[in-house]
């Protein structure tokens, strides 16, 4: 067994787990969040991409164990209280889901995405950079969408708040 | 239209959920006292079980019960079922063998269920199975359909010799002979419908309770259809009865055929809770489902089409030969009969037409629907083989097309079914504008500057949708009827539950649904609650598959709403002191007409539960039930263009652009039924392109991962140009036809027939990967 000690939405959580226990699987049955979900056993399709330590994580390719000392944010830690996440407003304006299976990860890779190009975001570049995110409903056309509004709405915010500063 | 009713882009109101985390699968379930289950599935394709032993297992830690086939078969629960009876030419019935939810004597697939092993937690089920000692026989597998009806060839089941389980047909053979020998010009060719895995990205899964004090189970399960599950569980299966159990399907994550079944999982978790006393869960590794989700497609047919000297289509002859897999799935034997042979007249006045079809079992996962169910496989044979016989006779794809477009209505086919209503000008004329077709000759020019083979392919398609009248599938062998129960509760306060058979697992039905109650008496949607997917809730239901809950579905609803508007229009006369006839309801408020007199709705529906002053001998209360049984089935058809780009050098296609026009009747939500298109276009450019489930010959699954399965990328694919012109629906009261399936049964051939325009081929193999247009450069240089 192996003790584990972390941040997670901003919360201090431990627990005891099996040595071999994936942090997706601490996350979803330690701690009930269940909005990260598991959709394969390769690492492939990226239903369970968490922030970890500011960086986008497949959580079924990390021991939970690995994850301790580290800070954490799930799905269920993205919005600012009631106010969703402008990628969470983007995906539900331009229809970037339908079943909902794979949102979470794509959500979480999307804003991951976002921050690693400020200097903004083209639909090839979305594209590409969506490679380890499978989505079955979608076609992914609305999913690009989102994120390249997203993006938009995000550096518009930036500049607002750069100007607010200077 | 208001500005959450029927027509308006609203915003689905389930995506809160989703977006934030809170969605609740079946995987998310926690019952208390709950424990984990791994089943123990054959490494061989064939072989006969000699000796099971579980003691080993039985004392690893955690483990609460392995239970095996033998003590399932003991507490008498059932064999699982195909819920269509097929007939072959000679009269005699399908030739179906028994599956037992846990294998007894004999394991026909890898993956066939032998053990189950519940322990306290999944990792120790996972080791125990790993401690069940099965001894297997191998026997010979068989893997190809067409190799399995060959004389000597393994046999699958004792029940169907040569494996053969029904020899079918449909049509007029002697017409289409004499059509073919008296042809001015005959296309031939041999199309293959490549294996395909539906792959929902959420996994199946199953929770089955037996709760002792009660004698009640529940079943929280991955379906499509819970109250199929609940009726077939306990009819045939012996679970429990009807009202002793509980089947729930909260929320799905994609289904696209794969969910409609009644697998063996979740009869063993349900048997098992009760066997070993604690609630049983049990999620599908993918690998698990690869194995044992049901399969789609794997057609191999040859087809002649015969025309007369005017290029019109006189006659087509098909052969088709289905691989159903090891065991007759649900709804198998009606997907390569009924579904597919009744579409062989596509878009085309085909004055006679013959099919046969020959379904054979081979030792590979079940075959049954997957988006689209035989239309897609139709679909591929009809506008390829049309593709082909363009280029024969040396006339325009969309030419041969337009001269033989059916153009008046109602149509009746050869092969049973009934055309209502088309334009099928419309969405060519349509799909040819946005896809610029006119300026292809000069993208092809400019490509073969840059060293690269441009090409455009085109498909009209159409499908028959609204699954159905039930008296007429009933007539062709269906166990069940194909109606769409309603209710519709408006609460004293105003606001709006309606309960629905139909079950949504991506299609958005908590908002259209909605939509359709804010048309009618202007409740806004968040003041409207959809209720599904749990039989103690909603009496009775069909589920969702075929494009049918818009048509069918939603009528339903529209017949309760018109019991509901009646009622309460009743009331408010009553109320205001006015004729019937004169009330209208209007954003929300019960008007006279020509009048200023009105109430409000929520009055309305407070009078009703009040029932203070109500017209004399009427009952309390506003809730109406409807059940709805669809006048015919729906024909949505469009028009699908593609153009691609293949790298010589590599074999790599692009896909430049992909455009449909489809024509799906009245529309709820363009926003929604966009979105059903782009997905099934991009599950139908992964047939052509990138997915194939392949089996040695040994009947080892070479591709049960995502590592070897090819699943369609975002990079994969371009931006969708999708559009709709459409023709209303005249069977059922809302003119609408279904949009679900259509993208994934037309764009197949759209795309192989712009790779061969592209390549000058007659034909490639589906996927064509970049290894295969490479092979086929390669052998046309050579």
């Known amino acids: 067994m192996s003790d584990v000690s972390l941040t997670v939405n901003g919360k201090r959580v431990s627990g005891s787990v099996e040595d071999r226990t994936l942090l997706v699987h601490f996350l979803r049955e330690h701690l009930g969040l269940t909005g990260t979900h598991v959709g ?41 209280g009631a106010e969703l996440h402008p990628v969470q407003a983007a995906f539900k304006e331009h229809h970037g889901l339908q079943c909902g299976f794979c949102t979470p ?42 994120i390249l509004a997203a993006a938009q709405t995000m550096s518009k915010g930036a500049k607002g708040k750069a100007k607010q500063a200077a | 239209m208001g500005i959450e009713g029927v027509g308006a882009r609203v915003a689905r109101k389930e995506d809160k959920r989703f977006i934030t985390g809170g969605g609740r699968y079946v995987d998310d379930m926690v019952v208390p006292g709950m424990k984990h289950a791994v089943f123990v599935r054959s490494p061989h394709a064939h072989a006969q079980i000699k000796k099971i032993d579980v003691k080993r297992a039985q004392s690893m830690p955690g483990v609460i019960g392995v239970l095996t086939g033998k003590e399932l078969k003991a507490d008498g629960i059932g064999n699982l079922i195909c819920g269509w009876m097929i007939h072959s030419k000679d009269g005699s019935p399908m030739k179906m063998g028994a599956w037992s939810p846990l294998a007894v004597d004999k394991v026909r697939y890898v993956g066939d269920a032998v053990v189950i092993v519940v322990a306290d937690t999944k990792g120790q089920a996972r080791d125990a199975a790993e401690a069940v000692e099965i001894t297997y026989k191998e026997l010979k597998a068989v893997v190809d359909a067409t190799k399995a009806i060959q004389p000597g060839a ?129 999620v599908a590794d993918r ?119 059916i153009t008046s209505f109602p149509h009746q086919t050869p092969v049973i079914l009934n055309y209502d209503a088309g334009d099928y000008n419309a969405s060519l004329d349509a799909a040819m504008k946005a896809a610029d077709y006119a300026g ?73 649904f909605a939509q359709l109650v804010n048309q009618r008496f202007g409740v806004p949607i968040d003041s409207v609650s959809i209720v599904h997917g749990d039989t103690d809730k909603v009496q009775m239901g069909m589920g969702t598959y075929g494009s049918r809950s818009g048509a069918v579905g939603m009528s339903a609803v529209a017949k309760a709403l018109d019991k509901v508007e009646a009622k309460a229009k009743k009331i408010a006369a009553h109320l205001l002191e006015a004729d019937e006839g004169d009330i209208v309801i209007e954003n929300g408020e019960v008007k006279v007409a020509g009048t200023d007199k009105s109430l409000p709705w929520f009055q309305v ?28 089935f729906t024909f949505p058809a469009g028009c699908y263009i593609s153009e691609v780009e293949i790298d010589p050098e590599t074999g790599v296609t692009d896909i430049i652009q992909f455009v449909a026009a489809d024509d799906f009747g009245n529309i709820i939500n363009p926003m929604i039924v966009e979105g059903q298109v782009h997905g099934g276009i991009a599950q139908g450019i992964g047939q052509a392109l990138l997915e194939g489930a392949h089996y040695d010959g040994s009947g080892q699954l070479l591709t049960a991962s995502y590592m070897d399965y090819t699943m369609p990328r975002a990079g994969d694919l371009p931006s969708f140009k999708v559009s709709t012109s459409n023709t209303p629906c005249p069977s059922n009261p809302l003119g609408i036809k279904g949009c679900g399936e259509a993208g994934a049964i037309g764009s197949p051939p759209a795309i192989i027939n712009a790779i061969t325009d592209a390549l000058g081929v007659v034909d490639i193999a589906m996927p064509a990967s970049p290894s295969t247009v490479w092979s086929a450069i390669r052998a046309k240089k050579h």
């Open chain 1, 40 to 80: 394969c056993d390769t690492s492939q399709c990226g239903a369970c991409v968490v922030h970890v330590d500011g960086r986008a994580v497949k959580s079924c390719t990390m021991l939970a164990a690995q994850a301790s000392g580290s800070t954490i944010v799930t799905i269920e830690g993205l919005a600012n």
């Open chain 1, 105 to 146: 990860g794509m959500i979480m890779a999307a804003t991951d995405m976002i921050a690693r190009h400020p200097q903004g975001l083209d639909e090839a570049t979305v594209r590409a950079e969506l490679d380890g995110n499978i989505c079955r409903c979608t076609g992914y056309h609305n999913i690009v969408k989102a």
């Open chain 2, 154 to 282: 393994p046999q699958v089941h004792a029940e169907a010799p040569n494996n053969l389980i029904f020899d079918w047909e449909i049509g007029d053979g002697k017409a289409t002979d004499a059509a073919i020998q008296s042809a001015a010009h005959v296309t031939r060719m041999k199309i293959v419908n490549n294996r395909l895995v539906p792959n929902a990205m959420e996994p199946r899964a199953a929770l089955g309770h037996y709760d002792k004090a009660e004698d009640h189970y529940t079943c929280w399960t991955t379906s499509q259809n819970p109250h199929v599950a609940r009726l077939v569980m306990s009819a045939f299966y012996n679970v429990a009865p009807e009202n002793k159990l509980r089947v729930i399907a909260p929320d799905v994550g994609g289904g696209f055929g794969s969910k409609i079944y009644i697998y063996p999982e979740e009869i063993v978790c349900l048997w098992a809770s009760k066997k070993t006393g604690v609630p049983v869960k049990w």
């Open chain 2, 287 to 405: 690998t698990e489902s690869f194995l044992a989700d049901a399969h789609g497609r794997d057609h191999v047919s040859t087809v002649e089409m015969a025309f007369d000297k005017d290029n019109r289509i006189t006659g087509l002859r098909v052969d088709t030969i289905a691989n159903l897999g090891a065991y007759m799935s649900l709804f198998s034997s009606c997907v390569p009969t009924y579904l597919y042979a009744t579409l062989l007249s596509g878009q085309y006045n085909i004055p006679t037409i013959h099919a046969n079809v020959r379904t054979v079992y081979t030792n590979t996962a079940p075959v049954d629907a997957y988006r689209g169910a035989g239309r897609p496989e139709a679909t591929y044979l009809l506008e390829r083989t049309m593709e082909t016989a363009a280029r024969e006779l040396g006339v325009s794809p969309a030419e041969l097309r337009r001269r033989n477009f």
């Open chain 2, 440 to 512: 292809f000759t000069k993208r092809k020019a400019d490509a073969a500057k840059r060293g690269k083979l441009r090409g455009i392919g085109m498909s009209c398609y159409i499908e028959a949708c609204g699954l159905a009248p039930s008296a007429a599938v009933g007539s062709l062998g269906a166990g069940v009827g194909l109606w769409e129960s309603a209710e519709v509760r408006v609460n004293a306060v105003g606001t709006i539950e309606v309960l629905t058979g139909s079950h949504s697992h991506g299609q958005g039905h908590e908002t259209t």
């Open chain 2, 605 to 632: 529906a407070l009078a009703a539960y009040t029932a203070h002053n109500l017209p004399s001998g009427m009952e309390p209360g506003l809730k109406e039930t409807a059940f709805y049984d669809p006048a015919n």
